[in-house]
């Protein structure tokens, strides 16, 4: 038994038991990774996977058995290299974040400024994504550390904290009519609406007020980022519904906001890591630079949890 065919089982998993994917994954070839399975199975001696003639198409009953293991295995051997990492390089290392576009252009630059004034050995890497493709960075172990406001409490393999609340603002450009009386669904429903594609941002949230109050708002234009959603407010194609922390004042100065916060409900932004899984000692530092009371012991109790725990209150 090795890890590479322990890989090579994860990997036929996670990848919908396509072995084109599997072998780019783990950088070999297709026959390559049917072997380390086949000769996995043979150790085992039972089939891990079923199969249509060559192709995987799903675990077998001794599948679903041993791959938690398998995952365990791979994960306590990340572990033993990251504590390995930690006494032999010290402060320096590399640490990969996840973030929903909102996150990574408004929350995160006051803490990434702060981490590399006292981790400069540090090199940071940023993905962005949709809240499930944040969720599925960590789970894959492309990231370390995720933030979203949505999904990752929803996956069971990871830890979710809240880190802050955050509420919706409507934006519309100087002079505008919403701006002359207190704003309302059916006063905003009356405009054409430009704010986020579904799945970013709050957007559910959103949409599940106007379905309440039995309204339809038109949406002329989705986007995943805030800058663009005020981009077009600008040329005057509709009004805008982004996150309060997406506008500034001194900055977006052809735009008014008005405070959303009675007419859609309040969001929590989330850090999501993986259970089980030891983090490198800069990453739970940034984590509480990020969000001051989430130290370290903190995080760790969350990722001892099991599964289904419920997260410290914000």
Request: proline share 5%.
């Amino acid at each position: 038994m090795n890890f590479q065919q322990l890989r090579s089982v994860r990997e036929a998993h996670r990848r919908a038991f396509n072995l084109t994917d599997v072998a780019a994954a783990l950088h070999t070839s297709q026959p390559g990774v049917s072997r380390q399975i086949r000769e996995l199975e043979d150790e085992l001696g039972v089939e891990i996977f079923v199969r249509a003639g060559k192709r995987l198409t799903g675990l077998t009953a001794a599948g679903e058995r041993v791959l938690p293991w398998v995952e365990k295995l791979l994960l306590d051997a990340e572990n033993l290299q990251r504590a390995g990492d930690d006494f032999r390089l010290g402060d320096a290392g590399v640490l990969s974040i996840a973030a929903t576009h909102s996150q990574a252009r408004f929350a995160l630059p006051s803490a990434v400024h702060d981490f590399r004034a006292t981790h400069p050995q540090v090199q940071l890497q940023m993905h962005q994504g949709s809240p499930a493709q944040v969720a599925q960075m960590l789970l894959s172990g492309v990231a370390d550390i995720g933030i979203a406001s949505h999904y990752l409490a929803e996956a069971p393999e990871l830890a979710a904290l809240p880190c802050y609340r955050w509420s919706h603002a409507v934006v519309v450009p100087p002079g505008h009519a919403l701006l002359d009386a207190p704003l309302t669904l059916e006063r905003l429903a009356a405009y054409p609406v430009i704010t986020y594609e579904a799945g970013y941002t709050g957007r559910g949230s959103i949409d599940d007020a106007f379905t309440r109050a039995g309204l339809r708002p038109q949406v002329v234009l989705s986007a995943m980022d805030a800058d663009v959603i005020k981009t077009y407010v600008e040329l005057g194609l509709g009004v805008g519904i982004i996150a309060a922390i997406a506008f500034d004042e001194q900055r977006d100065t052809h735009l008014r906001a008005i405070d959303a916060r009675q007419l859609f409900a309040i969001n929590t932004t989330m850090v999501g890591v993986r259970r089980g899984s030891l983090l490198r000692r800069y990453a739970y530092d940034f984590i509480t630079v990020f969000a001051p009371h989430l130290t370290r012991e903190v995080v760790e109790q969350a990722q001892a949890a099991p599964a289904g725990a419920t997260p410290a209150p914000l």
